[in-house]
């Protein structure tokens, strides 16, 4: 089976040379402790930890899956040990606060880093997620008792933790969910409800669970201004330390595509013994904080799978002998060229590199906002960093997971008919990455998120703001290799937006029908961004003088693969979107089929 | 579990409003028994069969998979009695020649209908695929001997056949295959060798299978102009009936994405007797006969993939209920509208609906050259259709099994996060398209036979005539909807053609650069000839007055919204082509990863 190595110059020369991390931590408040060292230090001990402990549980976990036995869930074979390593390498306190015992690195590193586990291993990458996604809630909203009482044993990874949400009937549409909450006379909640899709809802990784719960007080208005959020331990901790049963129950576990190694949870609360998190019927909002993270990660994911396939369909490309290059043997000793030496194999390689790695450049430049957001020393720059996060986190997790979905198919294909056969892994990365754009939101509802929320909703000016900036990057690098191509891009995504915002006064449907080719129209734009970025930075190394003139070389290459074969797709989205939703929305409903 | 129905009126429209098949038929040799109430008879028969018995055995055959023990193969429950009905209700012989127990119908009707067998259960249909292979092939090269000693008992289905190609070191590169054959003083051959990915290899639907295996002689020239073609049973029919074992093993079984139900099996031949079919070191040639049927058979089952999402997605997206419609409620009774409001959601009906009832037109097109190919009185008409046979191949197998993953994929996003149960079938659906873009030749071998052979070593004559029955299409009918569009297209193509040849003059890699974007801008092409014609055909029919005015006017819709939103990928395609080799190729092989 074939080893993953984490892409640690890549994010690297992502995080320093594109992005300006090092001045970044500096920059935040309590930033000094991140210092470039100590970041090093901890990228290449977890890249370790994940290449040599998880990586090599990944197949296993596919073919083993999870099994449930009289509500109990049991993960695959070797997961409880390597999560117990994960507690005890410190890992889940990474960027926590260290008031409740966390190292109070900034945010950032957390995502980064999740794209190494995600990679290695997506199943037991997502025991990981569910709990960072409930430190960072409980910190944002939790009053100083709830976080007393669940916080440290969280970041020190002695817990776990789930959000409930999607019940059978409703997923995207959270207003019409039926989970009850009666108050009680201690001021606690009695939850009673099922939920489903429940990620790591019940396992054997951790004494206890703590479950974010979405329910509806007896008397909340309908719909979505009526949900509370409810913190509900499977086993509520007593004022003695025991940990006293709470009426939380696993009916069954989903059998799925992929993630198989992840238990996927059908939730039944009875009268489980609840507190409020937050406000009443202001639920929703709460959760956004841990949904908006959530879909940060989930972008990140979407890298890992594309970084995955091109590893794997890589080292596949390099040692496969068949046919011989057009222009001439290349391997004349042997029977047959290896594969990468003919162009299709070479656009499919080429292809998984500049959206992998333009992708990873992208969510570092987000990751940063994200630090800014919670960091900044001013509130004006924290507003700006908020607000340009907000635009963005739809673009990321919706391409982001595309991207990763495609690129994931193209490392399969390079494999021929061995990629169809299990024992390779890159079909269980196709199954694992088509998770990605389902979960956290679809790519529609994204899309819809983008151009309705982030975009239409503040009149264009969080994209404009955007746009401006990379105008002003074009003019202030226009000897650079990319900018010309790049500046016009920024002029027509607004244009895009304005003439889709004008459409929509006469028909509604309008927004819908242009989403998800803008989001990826974005989406392209955004890498196109981050390519000139690469580009110039590789450009000035390669002229000040590097002992890795190879690398820098590669990176100018990469740059103009993306501007002359991945760039392109803007054209059709455009004539797509242009044509908008007549046609789309003709057809009655029961005229589709006949 | 969901149901499918044979999309009957959809065919009947392609093949007779569109293709033109009643009089296609009529005019073939021996055409004649191919009346149209006997083709609408079958059709609806066989849709009946597939339907009830073959489609309500997939889901659990992808469950339980095939079991493999001490050498023998067991297929899922329910295949051995629904194979022996198939075998009951004639459907093996339907296209083979009455000599032989076939019922003459021509080829084409075959073809059709695997389209509804691969939607009703592609396992399945993989061990009817090879069949008709073998049939086809014996029937065109056999000596009267071998036909009399094999073809009669494959045309009644009493035993089932493969063919052996691939080796583990050698898919695409046969030249490089190593399994020997040595002449016997019988005039027989030992055949000795080890083949994988063999589809069918051993199970326990017949008792015997005949394998067509190449294989080298032992003065053989090296590469592809040293392999032969032999005729090995499982079991070696002798004159007195008795079947004997001939060396003839399973060795394993794959572990597989999907088409779990279909064996896909390593083969052992240790000294098995086989009789040579064809002329020795020609066996590649004879072999083509087999592949190039195999390949539109694969192209039917893009088609059916597509099919078999969008009627689940339809289904789905139905009667999902789920947040309210941009233009107000839809369903005020409800709790929420279903899906199928949203436009995003249309969109990805939409396009499954264009793409899979484009791509089955198109098919059709393809199928009626077969027949005329084979069964036209005139020489010319015969070769005229095997050119355009040549030409239409490799564009109908690398994009109709392309946009059959992406409908597949397309139909599991309507779904949301229950796409990714497998419970619903869709995720089934997508794991099981996915092998049809790998086996027969992967997109990117159809994409270098499309344009390598195809187009340039002619010197572009079989495209320019395509081109130039369109570009009459298009004056002839230039007043209906979308000739005006379609024009232009057909000149682009062949300039297209003409610059990839130019380039390619001096760089041998602009051609592998190029082609598949060439095949897939091709097959859009291909698709919106395809819609122009059907809408032609849907507006006379309402202008003519019918009672079926929803089917026609859905037509007019349907070939709007490819144009609109589908046919702009072209534009893409074309910028892509144009970008050219060079930053595809211009990275060393070890500059890949740092």
């Known amino acids: 089976m074939s080893e993953y190595k984490a892409p640690l110059r890549d994010i690297a020369f992502s995080m320093n040379e594109v992005c300006g991390y090092s001045e970044h931590y500096r920059d935040l408040i309590g930033g000094e402790v991140a210092e470039p060292d100590l970041i090093n230090t901890i990228c290449s001990e977890y890249s370790r930890f994940c290449g040599e402990v998880l990586h090599p549980l990944s197949r296993n976990a596919d073919e083993e899956g999870c099994k449930f036995t009289d509500g109990a869930v049991t993960t695959p074979t070797g997961f409880k040990d390597a999560y117990a390593h994960y507690v005890e390498g410190g890992w889940p306190s990474l960027s926590c606060d260290p008031e409740h015992g966390g190292q109070g ?146 009916g069954s576990i989903e059998h799925k595509m992929g993630i198989k190694g992840s238990a ?30 959530s879909r940060v990660r989930a972008a990140f994911q979407g890298v890992a799978h594309a970084d995955l396939g091109f590893q794997k369909s890589l080292a596949y490309a390099r040692e496969r002998l068949q046919m011989r290059a057009a222009s001439g043997p290349a391997n004349p000793e042997g029977p047959a060229d290896p594969i990468i030496v003919h162009p299709d194999v070479r656009r499919m390689l080429m292809t998984q590199k500049v959206l992998s790695e333009g992708s990873r450049a992208m969510l570092h430049c987000l990751a940063k906002q994200l630090d800014i957001s919670e960091l900044a020393s001013s509130a004006q720059a924290r507003e700006a960093a908020e607000r340009r996060l907000d635009l963005l986190t739809p673009i990321a997790k919706g391409f982001a997971t595309e991207i990763g979905f495609e690129c994931a198919n193209h490392a399969l294909q390079c494999f021929g008919g061995h990629g169809y056969i299990r024992e390779w892994g890159v079909e269980q990365n196709v199954r694992d990455a088509r998770i990605a754009t389902l979960y956290e939101g679809t790519t529609g ?52 937006a304005q003439s889709i915002g004008a459409t929509a006064l006469e028909d509604p449907d309008e927004v819908g029908a242009a989403s998800v080719q803008f989001l990826m129209y974005s989406g392209y734009v955004c890498l196109a961004y981050q390519w000139a970025q690469a580009a110039i930075a590789a450009s000035a190394a390669l002229k000040a003088g590097t002992n890795e003139a190879d690398f820098y070389s590669a990176k100018l290459v990469s740059a103009r693969f993306y501007f002359q074969h991945i760039l392109p797709r803007t054209r059709s989205c455009v004539v797509a979107i242009d044509a908008g939703a007549e046609s789309m929305m003709a057809l009655p409903e029961d005229h589709f089929v006949f």
């Open 105 to 250: 690195l900034p945010s950032s590193l957390g995502l980064l880093l999740g794209e190494i586990t995600c990679a290695a291993n997506m199943s037991f990458a997502l025991y990981t997620g569910g709990l960072s996604g409930a430190i960072e809630t409980l910190a944002a909203f939790g009053s100083p008792e709830q976080r007393e009482a669940y916080e440290a044993k969280l970041i020190k990874g002695a817990w776990n933790a789930t959000m409930c949400l999607t019940e059978p009937h409703c997923g995207t549409d959270l207003g019409m969910l039926k989970t009850k909450s009666l108050p009680q006379a201690d001021g606690s909640f009695a939850i009673t409800g099922t939920k489903i899709f429940i990620t790591g809802g019940e396992h054997d990784l951790t004494e206890n669970i703590i479950h974010l719960v979405l329910a509806r007080l007896p008397d909340a208005p309908s719909g979505s201004k009526g949900i509370s959020l409810f913190i509900v331990p499977k086993l509520d901790p007593q004022p003695d330390g025991e940990l006293r049963a709470n009426g939380v129950s696993c």
């Open 264 to 293: 996927t949870c059908v939730m039944h609360f009875d009268g489980s013994r609840g507190i409020m998190l937050g406000q009443p019927n202001r639920g929703l909002a709460t959760m956004f904080k841990f949904i908006n993270a």
């Open 445 to 496: 509802i994204q899309a819809l998120d983008l151009i309705g929320r982030k975009v239409l909703a503040d009149g264009g000016s969080a994209l404009e703001e955007y746009c401006k900036e990379i105008e002003a990057f074009c003019v202030d690098e226009q000897d650079s290799p990319h900018a010309g191509e790049l500046a016009p891009l920024a002029r027509e995504w607004k244009s895009l």
